[in-house]
């Protein structure tokens, strides 16, 4: 089955799910369940910023990504931001993350944007593979992360 992509915009009921999978594997320490759920709920308005999209496998959603704002507090010059690319562990080597980042350049693209950034700790061989450049470095709770681009 070809899988398809949706944002959230069009699917406002599959925000519980991209809710709980951001809140699970990014911001269990920074806030409760229920913020992040009002949070993911803001990408269902019809605006560009934030716009979340959802890999579905027939009607099952298996994995997110997110076109936002403000990324990273204090540095608005890296705006826009690639944030929460996750893919289900069941579903994961699949190529599906690919799909995703592929998927968010090309709408970024359509609507006018000429560079993403994004932050990782963990996938930098993932998103080089997607032809993203590192560009600089920081250090926070003792994990050091990696700021990213590409121009689209
Ligand atoms: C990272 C994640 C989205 C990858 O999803 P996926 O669907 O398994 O990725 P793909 O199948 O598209 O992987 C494509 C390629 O990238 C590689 N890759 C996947 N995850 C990687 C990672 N974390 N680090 C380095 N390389 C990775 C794969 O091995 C594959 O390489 P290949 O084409 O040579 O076989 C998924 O593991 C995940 O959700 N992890 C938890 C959340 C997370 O870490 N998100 C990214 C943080 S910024």
Known sequence: MTPMIVSTAARPDLVPTTARWRWEAFFQD?????????????????????????????EEPVGMVALCLDDLEGRPDLNPW???????????????????????????????????????ASAVDL????????????SKDEATYWIMQKAL
């Open 82 to 120: 690639l944030a929460g690319l996750y893919v289900a562990d069941a579903h994961r080597g699949n190529g599906y993350g690919l799909r995703l980042i592929a998927e968010l350049e090309g709408l970024a693209r359509r609507e006018g944007i000429d560079r993403l950034s994004l932050y990782t």
């Open 127 to 138: 998103y080089s593979k997607a032809g993203w450049s590192e560009v600089e470095s920081f």
């Open 30 to 58: 920074a806030m409760s369940l229920d913020e992040m759920l009002l949070m993911e709920a803001e990408a269902t308005n019809s605006e560009l910023m934030p716009t979340v999209l959802v890999l579905l496998e027939g």
